[in-house]
């Protein structure tokens, strides 16, 4: 017997880019290679919720690909996947103030996503 539930991982996300993921217009979620991400896989469910409250977002993970910097990630996915309201020079500057240097060397995931329920916030 397979089991086909979807693994539901919960990540808290800043409230700017809550925004852009529960609007439907942020596709691509950037985050480090830490060890808990590396089952993440098309097909999981991500709850996103913004820290200390109880707003929450739900997506569905289409794909997960690896690069080895955020540089060759936006280059990759497009920086208006990650972030429409930033340049790409603004966003590599964003994303290292959240991620210094070290965790930047663990690898860079690039997430896509797509909202489970549009327009649904909890």
Do not use: W
């Amino acid at each position: 017997m397979t089991d086909t539930t979807a693994r539901v991982h919960e990540l808290n996300l800043y409230r700017q880019y809550f925004d852009l993921v529960a609007a439907g217009t942020k596709t691509i979620e950037v985050r480090v290679k830490y060890p808990h991400l590396a089952d993440l896989a098309a097909g999981d469910i991500v709850r996103f919720r913004i820290k200390s409250t109880d707003e929450t977002c739900e997506v569905k993970v289409k794909r997960v690909t690896e690069y080895p910097n955020f540089e060759s990630l936006l280059d990759g996915e497009g920086p208006a996947n990650v972030n429409p309201t930033a340049t790409r020079d603004e966003q590599v500057t964003n994303i290292r103030s959240i991620y210094p240097q070290e965790k930047e060397a663990l690898g860079a995931l690039a997430i896509e996503i797509e909202l489970s329920h549009p327009k649904t916030l909890t």
